[in-house]
């Protein structure tokens, strides 16, 4: 029971090279590689402004290392601590980039094992990046992005670089770069700086 178990959890590398669509291309487009090691994040982690932040990154650095690693059932014991100590669920398996910021330490996050945050993703609390019933692709979130409170993301989608998801918007299409997009389902608001005035 407990190998099979291992095996199933321990989704091979190839998964997500191999992966159907918007995984293939953002590893193509080389999003989600430049993840942090879990040293630089320790490193990081003073400079970190709350510091449970810092420490959810780390151990998920760590967790995410070990996984890339082959080690089994320590990256699970590890996530499992950010679920219980946090209430963030960070998968060993996400792949999240340089420089990413979870606000509030992450609290009621929840992020897809195969979804992939870019650098620099500001994520507020309660945001949800996940799948939807029957489709195998889960979002792509390119660098910069904000992701305002309780913002869902949702299926097969992409939310373009230094894009803005509004508080409690639903995200389900793809999100062009730079454009700010709020409601149920989310609609472009705007594209670019606010303009003054
Ligand atoms: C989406 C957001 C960035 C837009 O801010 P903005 O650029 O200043 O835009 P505005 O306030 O001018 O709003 C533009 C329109 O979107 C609407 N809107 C703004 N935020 C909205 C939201 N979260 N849900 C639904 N509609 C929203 C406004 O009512 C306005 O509609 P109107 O043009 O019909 O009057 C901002 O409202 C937001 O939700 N920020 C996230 C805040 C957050 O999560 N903070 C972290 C706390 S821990």
Redesign the pocket.
Known sequence: MLPELLVQYHLPEQDFRAGRGLRTNAWRAGLGKSESSPVEVLRNYPKQTGEDEGLVLAIHALSHWLWRHRIPLLPKLLSKFNRIVFAVELPAETRIGKGVRL??SGLGTVLHARAVIGDRVEI??GVVVGGRSDIYDVPVIEDDV??????KVLGPVRVGRGA??????VVLHDVPADA????VPARV??IGP?KEG
Not at 164 to 169: H, I, L, P, Q
């Open positions: 606000n509030y507020s609390p904000t992701l305002g409170v309780g913002a803005v998801v509004g508080a409690n918007a700010v997009v709020v409601g608001v705007r606010k």
